[in-house]
């Protein structure tokens, strides 16, 4: 069964503070990596795919990263509108359309 | 461009009732697929549907059941209420079922069973 644990559960930064969101996964065979970001009480917003170790995506402040068994979402320079919770899923060989999500890190940057 | 809708967007159900949640999926887009997300956790598939079928369901009862209309729109339907049930329905849509596709999602409706 396909596993993603996200971590920390919650990072609390200074405006210009720059950090990084672990996600770690077990899946049988990764078709694909998905990085969305949801604000409270809206339905999650497409962030990146990514598809094999080694990839990289980029989008104004976030960077994603992915290698054989996490990916971490890079925030350079956060400002208070990124504040929000951002949410790793991955789909597997044996899964094909159905995405398995973490829990989600409450990301909150304050100014 | 239209993105995912769905409706309604609050919908408040006693337990035992039966309830009815829709979706219309991104322009261009033929596969919907529905999530359940309970309070701080993140969404669970429920199943997906692609050609007027389920083509893959996830560890939900009988009760959770949908239909996929010729126009690629889509209805969850939940009998049966229980408490267990409260959270934050979403739809989301893409163009084919594989697991490469990008699924993008609807801005959820939320469920309180009382």
């Known amino acids: 069964e396909d596993q993603v644990t996200q971590s920390p559960e919650a990072l609390r930064l200074q405006e210009g503070e720059s950090s990084s969101l672990n996600c770690s996964y077990t899946?049988?065979?990764?078709?694909?990596l998905f990085w969305y970001r949801q604000d409270p009480g809206k339905g999650p917003e497409f962030l990146f795919t990514l598809y094999s170790a080694g990839e990289e995506k980029e989008k104004e402040r976030l960077k994603a990263t992915l290698t054989k068994k996490e990916s971490f979402l890079h925030i350079t320079a956060p400002k208070p509108e990124d504040s929000a919770t951002y949410l790793c899923a991955v789909s597997g060989g044996t899964s094909y359309g159905k995405l398995t999500f973490g829990q989600g890190t409450i990301l909150t940057v304050h100014p | 461009d239209a993105g995912v809708t769905q409706s309604p967007t609050h919908l408040i159900k006693t337990r035992g009732q039966q309830v009815t949640l829709r979706c219309s999926p991104k322009s261009g887009h033929d596969t919907v697929s529905w999530y359940q997300q309970a309070l701080g956790q993140g969404p669970q598939f429920i199943f997906q549907?692609?050609?007027?079928?389920?083509?893959q369901r996830g560890n939900f009862p009988d009760r959770f059941s949908g239909h996929q209309f010729p126009n690629y729109s889509s209805e969850l339907n939940v009998n049966a209420l229980l408490l267990g049930d409260s959270a934050l329905y979403l739809c989301a849509s893409s163009s084919g079922t594989g697991a490469t596709d990008t699924q993008y999602f609807g801005p959820g409706t939320r469920l309180t069973v009382l």
């Open positions: 899946v049988s065979g990764l078709r694909g």
């Open positions: 549907y692609y050609e007027e079928e389920e083509r």
